[in-house]
């Protein structure tokens, strides 16, 4: 199950990120415990988990802007630097209102220099960088609007493209499907693809549902009360590992190539509390699988 | 110059000092609170600047009791309640609306013991007054190079640090991310805020200084799409609103109903708010034209929109799929 074998399937060339047995302890509660994981050159890796399990402290320590209690985080085989720029971040969600005056020019260009100090001077390589990754992420036609008054999946391809701008070699999404209908899903999903095969980029989504981005992942690191499994999809989410990991019984169903991951009772012991849980959260996860 | 000019600028306008020192403390401090109040009303900030405008009114009566210049007074408390309320509550936009409510209860409450010991006390009525509500006509002529070169630090400071500043209104995690030192660049900000309010306390006074930090930013924001664009006409309106209120307030020696002129606080205010209404208003008009094509069947007429503020773009916030 959870092995860091990802070195493998992208042949010789070590993993861009590797996170090596992190551990977190916030307030004297353990909140990640040996979290293992590694993403490869040019792959698209899921962090799945529900609300709570973990995944935002784990992009926070990735980012540097929380200290691990233990374990090291390693970009390119070497720790981490405190202030690194090789790493592209996208939030969930973005605080501008609609009539903010910051076009979606104006956000990519900060991904490219938003640390200088000064103001800029209108520069010609600049705007070529900047048009050039709108155009990379599809976002050319909406340029000149005002980034608060589009929509959450059109806002989520300018972030992406201010992310990217700079060339990171890894790009971290914080639930960037949580929002979006599901045309626009598919879209930054497909979007999202193409980017990490096309630049050879790592790429570490997180996600409560992995259905979504189940065509495009390579690899899947599922998070729960802290602890994490990482490997294929197939390797991973099944009812023995997951079973492991969540600490009471669930089932993997695979229904018309998606996945239901439900609580409940199986092959092993059943109390009743296992009942009741698989009873309660059934209709839940088949409505998150939708 | 006409018989009408003559009416419009009364005569010895332009020679009376008193207006001259008006016209480049107002014309200053305009400026720069142009530039501030654009990053102050980006970033989320609008509260807190107007916390800090009622703040500094406890350093100004503090300053009359001392018998010392009111801009240290204002400047002292602001800068001390940014302070505060940057240490209090940080964390959160929330826990800094909190922490900036707590703050500015307690000046107030203070500013009013002061302000009843200056009336009391010092029998001088008019504290109350040029304290909350200022005026541009008694500045003295040694506090300009003050004003200037506070005037002069806050620019520097928010020019140096405008991109980081936009970046951070954004998030401050995608800030962070790009290596930027979010938590001091916010204080700098917030101490940058307080001297800017300083200034605008001793223009129009500190119940009303927002309105030359907030109102023409706001206005500003409304006529463009770019950050930088928005700062020059900012302080453009500003600077024009603080002039003509000026202007008026001159003017009105010679108006009903006492012959004594108006203060010129209220006349500035006044320009601002007229100004903004007018700016609204027009880009209402705008808005409702450009919204018409969308209702007909004509896709050139739909596509020649301007996207950024067409109603799809409406649509799409509040989730309705998009049909194109």
Redesign the interface.
């Known amino acids: 199950m959870a092995d860091l074998a990802q070195g493998a399937s992208a042949g010789v060339r070590p993993p861009i990120l590797e996170l090596d047995g992190i551990g977190v302890w916030l307030s004297g509660r353990e909140i990640l415990d040996d979290v293992k994981f590694g993403v490869g050159p040019g792959e698209l890796v899921g962090l799945i988990g529900s609300n709570g399990a973990g995944k935002t402290t784990i992009f ?1 320590v990735v ?3 929380l200290a691990p209690s233990s374990g090291r985080v390693l970009i390119d085989g070497r720790p981490r630097p405190r ?3 090789s ?1 592209g ?1 996208v ?1 969930q ?11 979606s020019r ?2 990519v260009a ?2 490219l ?8 001077l209108p520069s010609r390589r600049r705007r070529e960088l900047v048009d050039e990754m709108l155009h990379a992420v599809d976002a050319t ?2 340029a ?3 980034v608060g ?4 999946g ?1 806002q989520q391809r300018v972030m992406i493209a ?1 992310a990217l701008v ?1 060339r990171p070699e890894l790009l971290l999404l914080d639930e960037p499907l949580a929002n979006l ?1 599901l ?2 899903e598919q879209e930054v999903v497909e979007l999202l693809a193409r980017i990490a095969k096309e630049k050879g980029l790592a790429v570490l989504i997180s996600a409560h549902d992995l259905n979504p981005l189940l065509p495009v992942v390579d690899r899947v690191v599922y998070v729960a009360h802290g602890h994490v499994a990482s490997g294929t999809t197939d390797e991973v989410v099944t009812t023995e590992v997951l079973t492991r990991l969540y600490g009471h019984h669930v089932d993997v169903i695979r229904l018309h190539g998606r996945i239901l991951v439900v609580a409940g009772q199986g092959r092993g012991a059943d109390p009743p509390l296992a009942q009741e849980l698989g009873r309660l959260s059934n209709p839940l996860d088949d409505i998150m699988a939708v | 110059m006409g018989g009408f000019w003559s009416h419009v600028v009364e005569p010895g306008f332009f020679q009376s000092q008193t207006v001259q020192v008006a016209l480049l403390v107002g014309g200053v401090v305009a400026a720069v609170s142009g530039v501030v109040g ?1 990053l102050t ?2 970033r ?1 900030q609008s509260f807190a600047g107007h916390a800090l405008g009622d703040i500094s009114a406890t350093g100004g009566s503090g300053a009359f009791l001392l018998s010392i210049n009111p801009l240290f007074g204002f400047l002292g408390m602001g800068l001390a309640a940014a302070g505060c309320m940057e240490a209090i509550g940080v964390r959160r936009v929330r826990g800094r609306d909190v922490a900036t409510g707590i703050v500015l209860g307690a000046a107030l409450g203070v500013a009013a013991l002061f302000l009843y010991f200056d009336t009391t006390f010092h029998s001088t009525s008019g504290a109350a007054i040029t304290v909350l509500f200022g005026s541009l006509f008694v500045v003295s002529t040694s506090t300009v190079p003050a004003i200037v070169a506070c005037a002069a630090g806050a620019f520097a400071v928010v ?6 500043l ?2 951070s ?3 401050e ?8 030192p979010v938590r001091v660049i916010g204080a700098l900000f917030i101490l940058t805020m307080a001297i800017t309010v300083a200034l605008s306390a001793i223009t129009i006074g500190a119940i009303l200084s927002t309105a030359l930090l907030i109102g023409p930013a706001a206005t ?3 006529m ?7 700062m020059v006409a900012a302080v453009a309106i500003g600077v024009a609103a603080t002039w003509v209120g000026c202007l008026l307030a001159y003017d009105s020696f010679y108006w009903p109903p006492v012959q004594h002129g108006w203060p010129v606080s209220f006349c500035i205010v006044a320009v601002i708010f007229v100004s903004y209404l007018v700016v609204d208003s027009a880009r209402w008009h705008r808005l409702r034209r450009a919204n018409v094509p969308a209702g007909s069947q004509d896709p050139a007429a739909a596509a020649a929109r301007p ?3 067409s109603s799809t ?2 649509a ?2 509040l ?1 309705s ?2 049909t194109d």
Not at chain 1, 149 to 152: A, D, H, K, N, R
Not at chain 2, 159 to 164: C, D, I, V
Not at chain 2, 173 to 180: L, S, Y
């Open positions: 926070r980012l540097g802007l202030r690194n720029r790493v971040y939030p969600k973005i605080a501008l209102d609609p009539d903010m005056p910051l076009r104006d956000l900060l991904g220099d938003g640390h200088r100090l000064g103001v800029p036609r909406f000149d609007s005002r008054s589009l929509s959450g059109e201010h700079s209908d045309r626009s | 654009v009303v980006l989320g020019l140096l640090l405008y991109r980081p936009l970046l209104s954004i998030g995690d995608v800030a962070a991310a790009r290596g930027v500003a924001l409304r463009t799409r770019r950050p930088v664009t928005a996207l950024h503020e773009h409406d799409e916030v989730g799929p998009r």
